[in-house]
């Protein structure tokens, strides 16, 4: 444990900012299962509204600082993909 006070304030700090990251991912995580879950069924519909969310909560990632901009970009790309092939095949 640190004996000084602003080192004190810092592992607050990055506690807190942890648990948000921690959380951010967690939701991000839901949502691409739910995508997995859902072209996996052939239920493109759903599969296309979850692509979407994907998008949103990953780019919303990237404005917080949570993701890399180039990581969150190659998910969608990968995703897209994945989508429009499994579309192209139905």
Known sequence: MANIKSAKKRIKVIEKKTAKNRRIK?????????????????????????????????????????????????????LTKRFNKAQKEA
């Open 26 to 78: 967690a939701h991000i995580k839901a949502i691409l299962k739910s995508f997995d879950a859902a072209l996996s069924e052939g239920d493109l519909e759903s599969a296309k509204e979850q692509l979407a969310m994907a998008e949103k909560k990953l780019m919303q990632a990237v404005a917080k600082g949570t993701v890399h901009k180039n990581n969150a970009s190659r998910k969608v790309a990968r």
